[in-house]
């Protein structure tokens, strides 16, 4: 009989640490273990991962069959191939899903087709990714499959209503392209400048491109207290400009294999960022619209609504809505 009472008595032990530890799960990290509000934050994630692209131009878009030719060495042709656009297919022309281990990549036509179309001098393409909420981005990088472009730039749109805002200009040319001089001082917390870094031919294929929101931004480590740097880091679609194509000075001699060879193409689009929740929510999930679609939304904590948590429930008007801080989560007061 002590036997099965101890036995009893380790079941009980064992029972209550379970409970314990599942209540402790249950716990949102909006809340501390005596239920007082603390900031909180959706996970760090890459919003760009498997989302459908737009471009301005993409190879074989006209045509099923558009010749290109690939450069593996300095002025070398090494090899002419035929690129079938798979039409509907997912993969780089489709998806923002990009990867050196699946060999996939968008890319746009040629300077040889650019020409033919009599659409200017030089390929000029953009590619936008809508993110479909707004997000607080930390990085973006891209990994080029063709050379790097001389001169392009990157852009974001805080809203999905607002305008097209530069982010960073890359450019061999700041000046006489962007209007923009190189290797600016960053004197304000949102100034996009210019650098000819990333912009030199070589490599010839995977080429890295690595963009800090934050980096050098005067104020940075008051990010809390500055407006304008947290509307800076806030994107809702993301768009790649790319303005002028690296070549080695052989295009002018109008040879047609030497224009097909010329082209953008990128494997890799990664964009580092946590669901903007303003401080309010630990996730954001999916839920479906008046309209139907299905919408990436804040779990809105701490008596917040709204997509971003920007704003207080009806019940709770007591004071204005304020994003939640390391110090004070702002919790939003009424009924």
């Known amino acids: ?145 063709s050379p790097r472009p001389e001169s392009f730039s990157i852009w974001k749109k805080t809203t999905d209503t607002s305008d097209w805002e530069p982010y960073q200009y890359y450019s061999a040319s700041c000046l006489s392209t962007f209007n923009v001089p190189q290797d600016g001082i960053i004197d304000t917390p949102t100034r996009a400048i210019c650098t000819r870094e990333y912009t030199h031919i070589s490599p010839l294929s995977g080429g890295n491109v690595a963009f800090s929101t934050l980096d050098n931004r005067p104020n940075a480590y008051e990010f809390d207290r500055n407006k304008l740097l947290q509307e800076f880091v806030t994107a809702t679609a993301i768009q790649i400009r790319l303005r002028r194509l690296n070549t080695f000075g052989d295009e002018v001699f109008e040879d047609t294999s030497v224009l097909q060879s010329y082209y953008y193409a990128v494997s890799e689009i990664s964009v580092g960022g946590k669901c903007k929740c303003n401080g309010h929510a630990n996730e954001c999930v999916q839920t479906n619209s008046l309209d139907g679609n299905s919408r990436l939304v804040c779990q809105c904590q701490h008596n917040t609504t709204g997509p971003d948590c920007n704003q207080c429930l009806r019940t709770h008007n007591d004071k204005p809505w304020a994003p939640a801080t390391i110090l004070d989560a702002n919790v939003c007061q009424g009924q």
């Not at 090494?78 to 039409?87: A, H, K, L, V």
């Not at 746009?108 to 000029?124: A, C, F, H, N, W």
């Open 1 to 145: 009989m002590a036997a099965l009472a101890t036995t009893e008595k380790v079941l009980l032990v064992i029972l209550f640490v379970s409970d314990l530890v599942a209540a402790q799960n249950r716990l949102s990290p909006c809340y501390d273990s005596q239920k007082r509000p603390l900031r909180c934050e959706p996970i760090f994630s890459n919003p760009a991962f498997g989302l459908p692209i737009e471009a301005t131009n993409t190879c074989g878009e006209l045509v099923r069959t558009d010749p290109y030719g690939q450069f593996y060495g300095p002025l070398k042709l090494e090899s002419f191939r035929r690129f079938y656009r798979q039409t509907g297919a997912t993969g780089a022309t489709k998806d923002s899903d990009y990867s050196g281990h699946n060999k996939t990549w968008w890319q746009s036509i040629t300077l040889y087709e650019y020409k033919e179309r009599e659409i200017g001098d030089m390929v000029q393409a953009s590619i936008t990714l809508h993110l479909g909420k707004a997000f607080d981005i930390t990085y973006i990088r891209l990994i080029f499959h």
